[in-house]
T-cell receptor, first 113, second 113 residues
Framework: GNSVTQMEGPVTLSEEAFLTINCTYT??????LFWYVQYPGEGLQLLLK?????DKGSNKGFEATYRKETTSFHLEKGSVQVSDSAVYFC????????????FGAGTRLTVKP | DAMVIQNPRYQVTQFGKPVTLSCSQT?????MYWYQQKSSQAPKLLFH???????NEADTPDNFQSRRPNTSFCFLDIRSPGLGDAAMYLC????????????FGSGTQLSVL
């Protein structure tokens, strides 16, 4: 079945550091890939998405590229801010798969000033 | 401007006492979902409605039920909460099935005493 594996946290960085959170997936077909962010005490928000191979999703300085050859969708940001502290979830959804959005376990990011 | 609204934000119930969590949406989306999220874990899909069609996940306990009286509202009923049901419950919507992004509410944090 479909699944998502993401880098275990927690990740602690200093402000302006470079961020990478790894995500790999297993899917039977051609899923869409997502990154969601969850700030403390809140629900999840969509951060970015990509719907086909080689697509790059980007938002708020974050980027991720859909790599079919490595089945990966790693999240990157060149210069993190304290306000980026949150939990990040990689997810996939596949047409015809009963509509199930599969989430990774989440990676907690803490950015220190 | 909240589009998916969950009430209450915090809910405390007693062991075995039925509890209902509510969710409403202003997006007119066809699909509504309930997820359970325990501390430091990925959200776990309990069930979803596609319009009036109810879809239960195979491993969702019978203790959990849902109702969708109209497009805008969806309820999660826990008939006899146990200590293990303490969690964040997230409601989400999507326009249609498969590969669609989800819009989440802020969640209801359920405590069971």
């Amino acid at each position: 079945g479909n699944s998502v594996t993401q880098m275990e946290g927690p990740v602690t960085l200093s402000e302006e550091a470079f961020l990478t959170i790894n995500c790999t997936y297993t899917a039977t077909g051609y899923p869409s890939l997502f990154w969601y962010v969850q700030y403390p005490g809140e629900g999840l928000q969509l951060l970015l998405k990509a719907t086909k191979a080689d697509d790059k999703g980007s938002n708020k300085g974050f980027e991720a590229t859909y790599r079919k050859e490595t089945t990966s969708f790693h999240l990157e940001k060149g210069s993190v801010q304290v306000s980026d502290s949150a939990v990040y979830f990689c997810a996939l959804s596949e047409r015809g798969n009963n509509n199930d959005m599969r989430f990774g376990a989440g990676t907690r990011l803490t950015v220190k000033p | 401007d909240a589009m998916v609204i969950q009430n209450p934000r915090y809910q405390v119930t007693q062991f075995g006492k039925p509890v209902t969590l509510s969710c409403s949406q202003t997006l007119n989306h066809n699909v509504m979902y309930w997820y359970q999220q325990k501390s430091s874990q990925a959200p776990k899909l309990l069930f979803h409605y596609y319009d009036k069609d109810f879809n239960n996940e195979a491993d969702t306990p019978d203790n959990f039920q849902s109702r969708r009286p109209n497009t805008s509202f969806c309820f999660l009923d826990i008939r006899s909460p146990g200590l293990g049901d303490a969690a964040m419950y997230l409601c989400a919507t999507s326009r249609d099935k498969g590969r669609e992004k989800l819009f989440f509410g802020s969640g209801t944090q359920l405590s069971v005493l």
